[in-house]
């Protein structure tokens, strides 16, 4: 069955009539009123959704500089902390050292010594 243009010309013309008689019988300047209404109801919350979104990256924002300002501290207090152990192990290593060369000197003085 082909269509000739008398038919899609008729078609076209009542396209939105029927459309309309199916979306409960309004008719389609009706229709139409509404679907701007939904249009416009649907951008101011696509607006009020992008300045949240906003708000919120701000939010995230400053909580995301309070923890580097955060670790900033702590990792000032890590590097006291790692330069008293570094400390520490020097001293002991330094000890550890001058102990073991003072007892094997002994040994060995107290070898030759020996008769």
């Not at 009539?17 to 209404?37: D, F, G, N, T």
């Not at 607006?47 to 924002?61: A, C, P, S």
């Not at 923890?67 to 330094?94: A, H, Y």
């Amino acid at each position: 069955m082909n269509l000739v243009a008398e038919d899609i010309e008729f078609i076209k013309d009542h396209l939105g009539e029927w459309l309309a008689e199916q979306s409960l019988s309004k008719p389609p300047a009706v229709y139409e009123i509404e679907l701007r209404e939904r249009m416009l109801r649907v951008e101011e919350e696509l607006k009020h959704q992008r300045e949240l979104l906003k708000t919120i990256l701000e939010q995230m924002d400053k909580r995301f500089e309070a923890v580097d300002k955060r670790f900033e501290t702590l990792q000032s207090e890590m590097n006291k902390r790692f330069e008293g152990l570094t400390r520490r192990i020097d001293r002991f290593m330094m000890r550890s050292y001058a102990t073991t060369l003072t007892v094997g000197g002994l040994i060995v003085t107290t070898l030759k010594l020996w008769p």
